[in-house]
Structure formats: structure tokens, C-alpha cells
């Protein structure tokens, strides 16, 4: 009895044991699982919190443009930096003019002198000048210059028609350069206004120094920013205009080279028209 007794109670201690293992195990477990959630939490509410605060920083870089040049623009004195930005706008406004005054003048040359020498050839002068007038560009102009002294009685002399040309060309070639030394008077002065912005700035530093009666850096910064930021935007317009001007510099010399090549053109062709007094 007493064997059976302790074989229970030797059974009952294992189970009992065996129970407090799988419970403490489960425990276990659910600790686990627990710690597993609130760190998953955690890192969520982190991935949130960092997310939260890099927008600003993504909204502050993508920031526009013209807002950064506008807040530069206050912070450089507003007098001077209208005076550079007023140089800006009237050398884009001449560039642009002269940019759209030299892409309408220039033509397929070497087409229109084919043309030309074909009606020349077979004795239409009228026709030929009818298509230099509906020619847009300085060749075509040159053309019909020539082109009507060949067709008059008078100046149809191989010396009056090349003296008609050189002077054609003469009057085309003032023509493509109208307007240009307004550009470079902007490209020259926007720098100057900035130099002038930056004299005066430093003039503030000083008279702001005088007054406080001390050097520190707090004193002499508001008038070197102003000197800084004056002198930064006139050279970035002059770099701008300088920039259309090489460009508009480039089309006038190549509009003159075709002008060049069309006028020995018109020489050969008019000593070949019967129409012209050798």
C-alpha cells in the first residue's frame, strides 16, 4: 500500500512538474512573442517618427528655385539687386530680339543661289527678282540688288553691279548688327553694379563698425553679405548675357560668310547674263 502510495504520489510529482515546464515554457513563448510585437512597434513608430521629420528635410531640398533666388535677393539689398536684375531683363530682352532677327534671316543659301543662276541662265531676270523679294534674309537681299542693276539699262556694268553689291552688303551687315552694343553695354554693367553694390556694402561694414566701436564678425557681416551677394549676381548676368551674345556673334558671321560666298556668286552670274556690258 505504502509502494503504491508513493508510486502516485512519485507520478503526480512528474506530472506536476512535466505541467509547471510546458507553462513556464508557454510563458516563455508568449514573453517572446510579446517583446517580438512591441519591438515591432517600436520600429514602426521609429520608421514613422524618422519619417516625419525627413519630410521637412525632402520639402526644404526640394525646395524651388526661384524661392532661394528671391530670398538671396531680399537678403542682398533690394535697391542694387534691382538695378542688376534690371540689366539682366533688357539684355535678355535684346538678346532674344536679335536671336529671333538672325534665325528669320538665314535660308537654305546654296538652294537659293541654284535658283537664282537657273532663272538668270535662261534670261527671267524679273523672275528673279520676284523670288529674291519673296526671299526673306541679307543673300537674298544682295541678290535683288544686284539682280536690278542687271536688269536696268543704265548700271548694268560689271563695276556698277559689283559696287551695288558691296554696298548691299554693307547696309545687310549693319543691319544684323543693330542692337548688339546695347547687349554688350549690359554684359559690361551688370558686373559694375555689382562692384558698386559691393563698394557700398563695405562702406555699411565701416560706418557700422564707427558707430558700434567695435570689429566683431556680428558688426561687419551685414554689410559683407550685402557686398558678397551684390557682386555674385552681376557676374552670374553677365556670365548669362555674355553667353546669347557669343551666340548671336556666331550667326552673324556665319549669315555674313554665306553673303560673301553668294556675292562672287552674283559676279560670275551676271558676267554670264547677256544682259550685262562687259
Not at 513563448?29 to 517600436?42: G, K
Not at 535677393?73 to 536679335?98: N, T
Not at 560666298?261 to 559676279?267: G, I, K, R, S
Request: glycine share 6%; aromatic share 6%.
Amino acid at each position: 500500500m505504502k509502494k503504491l502510495f508513493a508510486i502516485v504520489a512519485l507520478v503526480a510529482a512528474c506530472s506536476f512538474a512535466a505541467t509547471s515546464n510546458v507553462m513556464a515554457q508557454e510563458e516563455a513563448e508568449e514573453a517572446a512573442t510579446e517583446q517580438v510585437d512591441t519591438a515591432a512597434v517600436d520600429t514602426a513608430a521609429a520608421e514613422a517618427a524618422v519619417e516625419a521629420v525627413e519630410t521637412p528635410v525632402v520639402e526644404e531640398e526640394s525646395e524651388s528655385l526661384h524661392k532661394v533666388l528671391k530670398t538671396k535677393f531680399i537678403e542682398g539689398d533690394a535697391g542694387f539687386m534691382s538695378l542688376v536684375a534690371l540689366a539682366l531683363v533688357l539684355g535678355l530682352a535684346f538678346c532674344i530680339e536679335r536671336v529671333i532677327y538672325l534665325t528669320l534671316a538665314q535660308v537654305n543659301t546654296r538652294k537659293f543661289m541654284g535658283d537664282l543662276a537657273a532663272l538668270v541662265g535662261a534670261d527671267k531676270v524679273e523672275e528673279a527678282i520676284e523670288l529674291c523679294k519673296a526671299t526673306r534674309g541679307p543673300v537674298a537681299q544682295v541678290s535683288r540688288k544686284a539682280l536690278v542693276c542687271l536688269n536696268s539699262k543704265e548700271q548694268n556694268d560689271i563695276s556698277s553691279i559689283e559696287r551695288a553689291i558691296n554696298t548691299e552688303a554693307e547696309i545687310q551687315g549693319s543691319y544684323l548688327e543693330q542692337h548688339c552694343s546695347w547687349i554688350t553695354f549690359f554684359i559690361a554693367s551688370a558686373p559694375s553694379l555689382g562692384f558698386l553694390g559691393t563698394v557700398i556694402g563695405m562702406v555699411m561694414a565701416f560706418d557700422t563698425i564707427e558707430k558700434a566701436g567695435d570689429i566683431s564678425p556680428t558688426v561687419v557681416a551685414g554689410g559683407m553679405k550685402v557686398a558678397l551677394i551684390t557682386t555674385i549676381f552681376g557676374i552670374v548676368v553677365a556670365l548669362i548675357l555674355q553667353l546669347f551674345y557669343n551666340f548671336i556673334l556666331g550667326s552673324i558671321e556665319g549669315l555674313t560668310a554665306n553673303m560673301e560666298e553668294a556675292a562672287q556668286e552674283l559676279l560670275t552670274m551676271c558676267v554670264k547674263s547677256p544682259k550685262c556690258q562687259k
